[in-house]
């Protein structure tokens, strides 16, 4: 992954774990862009990888809009040429709610951002990869992609879903040189979960669910990115692989 002419993609690269994929690419020398809804935490993160020594601009799209998705795959076409690894990690947490309580708009919109989003995401970008002789897209699910959690069905369900699109889409690509994967990542201490983590008991329920003792970081799910978009993962495809601080061994 040295060759500085290879190019990424990583959205909701404005905060949190998208934030640390974005900067461990650029430490791999590949030009990334960044992508999110937030337009002024995403121009200050690209310009922290570009102030660190990186290649890195930021491109405003949200990803339940196919049109932002596709203008996002041809924005990195015009600017690169090409497109060889993307990471679409852009989600919510969404409204809490048991299943009968949880409202229409909110299941609509977690399940357009967090699952649609991905499909929209790799529909443009895999044509782009094939011009590129392949390349490798890293989706993010949860372990909520593969246990129940109450009061989440829509981000399980979505969070499911995007293990099986993965699979599906690893399939039919991987003849052709694209490698396609989820990462599972645990409850990892980003702005997603400072809400749960500022209330002492929920803190420490939380923290009780993984068998190491504390929530991840995020530099520890983009290490795992790292190198399932790298060559040394050249015979992974089509897999789900938790960083979870054994959440789910339990
Ligand atoms: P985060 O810190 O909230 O970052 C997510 C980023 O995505 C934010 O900048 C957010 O912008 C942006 N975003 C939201 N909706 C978007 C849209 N429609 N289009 C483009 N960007 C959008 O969250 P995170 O914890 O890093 O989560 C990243 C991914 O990891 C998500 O898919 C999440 O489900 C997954 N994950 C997180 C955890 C965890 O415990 N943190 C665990 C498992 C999986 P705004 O802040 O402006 O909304």
Redesign the pocket.
Known sequence: MNSPQKVAIV??A?????KSVAERYAQEGVAVVLS???QE?GTQAAEQIRQAGGQATFVL????RPTDCEQMVAFVLEHHGRLDYACN????GGEQNHTADLSIEGWQQILA??LS?IFYCMKYQIPAMLKSDGGAIVN?A??LGQVGFAGAAGYVAAKHGVVGLTQAAALEYAPQGIRINAVG????S????HELEENPELNSALVALHPIGRLGR?EEVAELVIWLSSEKASFVTGAYYPVDGGYLAR
């Open positions: 959205t909701g404005a905060s949190g774990i998208g999110d809804v937030n935490l799209a949200d990803v339940s990690n852009a989600g919510i951002i967090n989003g993010m949860s372990i990542p645990g409850f990892i980003t702005p997603m979960i995020s």
